[in-house]
């Protein structure tokens, strides 16, 4: 049980840090839908709408 809470603890600081960035990659793509692509029951996507490696530049170039 505290393992879990650790996880989930960890989880939601990345996600409170990861959300923007993916709002504005979202926006600026005109995307209307973003699909966590794993967990979302999604059986296909063209990985030329895969948008993760935009988000993870955006989020290297906000770290200091």
């Not at 393992?3 to 840090?17: F, S, T, V, W």
């Not at 959300?19 to 600026?28: C, F, L, R």
């Not at 794993?38 to 988000?55: C, K, P, Q, R, W």
Request: no cysteine.
């Amino acid at each position: 049980m505290k393992l879990r809470k650790l996880r989930d603890d960890g989880l939601a600081k990345i996600e409170a840090r990861v959300m923007p960035v993916i709002n504005v990659v979202a926006k600026e793509g005109g995307y209307n839908l973003v699909f966590r692509k794993f967990e979302s029951g999604l059986i296909y996507a063209d990985d030329a709408m895969d948008i993760t490696n935009v988000v993870i530049a955006k989020l290297d170039a906000a770290t200091p």
